[in-house]
């Protein structure tokens, strides 16, 4: 398994509706062209699995993933109520290493996300382009005018179910395709839930009901239909993940006190670079500990500011509310779906307060939980 394919896991969810995005009335043309033409350009690339399968040129490593991604495919809408159309039924070989690059950028003292708008979609903490020369001029031009900016791969993204037909369906790509077992799951299962239910102008509330879903969901394939050699490889790697998101949460949660403390500029500034400093240190001795050498967060730790810490909340913030509404929902998925849609119709404040007290409300009397 290649390493870098490890880093960029964390940002998959991000990816999301870069293609409405751009159809729903971007301002800037030279935008909309990249996005529509990026993403015509990778669905250009996309065959049926089946014909994948059937090609004797297809090499059996990359025939047997397929395969399996198909049994999750099936999995997702026997076992957890998820869409049941062409989304991931169909596979590209991009050949690169990402599908999209991500564009988010903070206030030098503040991790609040710049949004960017539009009619459709609402507002979105980033900006995707399908071109990573013209990410990274863009990120250019938002640090110079003061941003904190982080560039990030993205090896998946969703549309939403939006489009019609099998060719607009959301594809399978190389760039996620050799993920462990667990994770290809979990990937999957996640840009589904996009599907199930979507809050405009609100990144936070989506991404944490797709992770969500994602952890349900993972868990259960690999209990129900893995083996032991997979979920061991899981293991490893989501404990590495786990430990990194104590790590960087701990060091978000810091920052955001400061930031938010009546300290004067210059003090919050010293404090910022002493807890950074404190937060790469952790990391070093992480790497050298219990991760035996392990460099595949190298980059993220390199490259950390504010804009790469401030994304991080959008994916585990509200995941616990949405696990115990799960739990209340009797672990009825269709129910669960329901719940999370008439949440989502909802004004944002009343969304955040309906969300926590609907997950706080006493559960239904339940079989013990599966492992």
């Not at 062209?33 to 297809?58: C, F, I, M, R, Y």
């Not at 790469?308 to 672990?331: D, H, K, M, T």
């Not at 329901?338 to 079989?367: M, Y």
Request: glycine residues 6%; aromatic residues 10%; hydrophobic residues 40%.
């Amino acid at each position: 398994m290649k390493r870098k394919l490890l880093k960029t896991r964390h940002w998959i969810g991000l990816g999301s509706v870069v293609l409405l995005a751009a159809l729903s009335g971007c301002s800037s043309v030279r935008y909309l062209a990249q996005s529509v033409g990026g993403h015509l350009s990778l669905l250009n690339q996309a065959k049926p699995v089946s014909e994948w399968v059937a090609d004797p040129a297809t090499p059996a490593p990359v025939r047997e993933r397929l395969l399996l991604t198909q049994r999750m495919r099936d999995y997702a809408v026997s076992e957890l109520k998820l869409p049941d159309n062409a989304s991931y039924r169909r596979y590209a070989d991009l050949h690169r290493n990402a599908a999209v690059w991500n564009v988010v950028a903070a206030p030098e003292l503040s991790l609040t996300l710049k949004t960017w708008c539009y009619p459709v979609t609402g507002c979105v903490g980033y900006r995707g382009y399908f071109d990573q020369a013209a990410a990274n001029a863009q990120g250019e031009a938002l640090r110079a005018e003061g941003l904190e900016v982080s560039v990030y791969a993205v090896p998946a993204y969703s549309t939403l179910g939006k489009l019609p037909g099998g060719f607009f369906s959301d594809p399978l790509l190389n760039t996620f395709l050799r993920y462990p077992e667990g994770e290809l799951a979990r990937l999957i299962f996640h840009e589904l839930a996009h599907q199930v239910a979507y809050a405009k102008d609100d990144t936070m509330f989506n991404e944490s009901f797709a992770t969500a879903v994602e952890r349900i969901g993972g868990t259960r394939w690999l209990v129900e239909r893995s083996t032991a050699e997979a979920r061991d490889e899981y293991e490893r790697y989501d404990r590495r993940r786990q430990e990194f998101r104590a790590l960087t949460m701990q060091a978000r949660s810091d920052l955001d006190a400061l930031y938010r403390s009546g300290r004067s500029d210059a003090d919050k500034r010293a404090a910022k670079a002493e807890r950074m400093a404190v937060l790469r240190a952790d990391y070093a001795a992480l790497k050298a500990g219990a991760w035996q050498g392990y460099a595949g967060y190298d980059g993220w730790f390199e490259r950390a500011n504010n804009a790469s810490l401030g994304v991080l909340a959008a994916y585990n913030e509200l995941v616990p509310q949405f696990e115990q509404l799960f739990e209340r929902e009797g672990r009825d998925f269709e129910r669960f779906y329901a719940e999370v849609r008439r949440i989502a119709a909802l004004p944002r404040d009343e969304r955040r307060a309906t969300l926590g007290a609907a997950a706080l409300a006493r559960a239904p009397e339940q079989e013990p939980r599966r492992p």
